[in-house]
């Protein structure tokens, strides 16, 4: 390892014979989510044997300038323990396989435990593999995964998803979370919180923490309830009912819940919910104000309201997403 990998105790895993980790590069490969496996698993010294290789053992074309050479065709998968699918140009992500990538996973033995990141899941579903199984993908892609692969069951709001023998996980970060989950899973925390500090990068978030998605609230029209869904963003701060929204539209509240169901997917309550909490992440990102401040400017009860509604929603504290995405330090109240 380099010299901004040394210092400190290395925790050493129990001696056996090396996992054999194929990490599998296909053409428009993202190069930084094709070296996060060795990354990762270079930690735990000769305990992993890794090998990246490529369908022909040609070189690939990455999604950036350049081209990638291996050492390795797929003739490493027919011994592999482990497999890894980075992901690749979004324009190859289809419902089918291409015969070359068809041939090379068709030497992966039964039972080889198969990793995906981000659109590495749609090889794994084009495959059949995926048929019937939870996994997940980059939330951007969700509606064109579901449309191709109907018979999957796919969340794509968590981090990653450990189906036991086939993990798959989200964007680039969430594949480093996947590899230190399976690193913890085969080796211990410490060895997984040793590799994490190498890395610098937190040793531990939850697969089912929700990824940071951005939902725009829909257009406004000239009929249903766009009006006053635009009117009530400019009232987030006021504990609006029901009967206070249908009033506004013009509507029983019967037939506003219904209509407002059909163009958004969620009741009214959801929403008003929705809206706050990316209402209070934009406050907790953009400005200096205590958590008490802006749970009341977005029409939470009070701090512990909000601090309830974020945790349920994306799986931390407003202290820890300020943290993660404020520009700089700020003062508020944790």
């Known amino acids: 390892m380099g010299s901004c990998q040394e210092g400190g105790s290395v925790p050493k895993p129990a001696k056996t014979s090396p996992h054999r980790i194929a990490v599998l590069a296909l053409e428009g ?16 010294g000769d305990s992993y044997e890794l090998a990246t ?32 699918i980075p992901p690749f140009d979004l324009a190859r992500a289809t419902g089918e396989l291409d015969p070359a990538v068809a041939g090379a996973l068709a030497l ?32 951007a892609l969700a509606d064109r995964f579901r449309e191709l692969f109907p018979k999957v069951r796919l969340d794509p709001d968590v981090l990653f998803v450990d189906d036991g023998d086939v993990l798959t996980s989200a964007g680039a970060a969430s594949g480093v979370d996947l590899c230190l989950h399976v690193l913890r899973n085969d080796h211990g925390a410490a060895l997984a919180n040793h590799a994490a500090r ?51 539209a013009a509507m029983s509240t019967r037939t506003f819940a219904r209509r407002f169901h059909d163009e958004t997917g969620q009741s009214p309550g959801r929403w008003l919910t929705q809206q706050r909490l990316a209402l209070a992440r934009h406050l907790l990102e953009a400005t200096d104000l205590t958590v008490d401040q802006i749970a009341g400017r977005v029409g939470f009860a009070n701090a512990v309201s909000l601090r309830q509604h974020l945790h349920s929603a994306i799986g931390v504290s407003p202290l820890a997403y300020r943290r ?9 109240t944790p």
């Open 29 to 44: 490969v993202y190069p930084f989510e094709l070296g996060i496996p060795r990354r990762v698993f270079a930690a735990a």
């Open 53 to 84: 290789c490529t369908v022909d053992g040609q070189p690939v074309r990455s999604d950036a300038d350049f081209t990638i050479t291996v050492a390795h065709g797929p003739e490493i998968l027919r011994t592999a323990d482990s497999v890894v």
């Open 108 to 139: 992966i033995r039964p039972g080889t435990r198969l990793i995906s990141i981000c659109t590495g899941a749609f090889v794994l579903a084009a495959a059949g593999l995926l048929d019937g199984r939870p996994a997940t993908t980059h939330w």
């Open 198 to 248: 190498l890395a610098v990068v937190p040793p531990w978030r939850d697969g089912g923490q929700a990824q940071y998605i951005e939902q725009p609230v829909p257009a406004a029209g000239a009929t249903g309830t766009a009006a006053t869904r635009e009117w009530a963003l400019a009232r987030l701060h006021l504990p609006l009912t029901l009967a206070e929204l249908a009033g506004h």
């Open 324 to 332: 993660t995405f404020a520009g700089r330090a700020f003062a508020g």
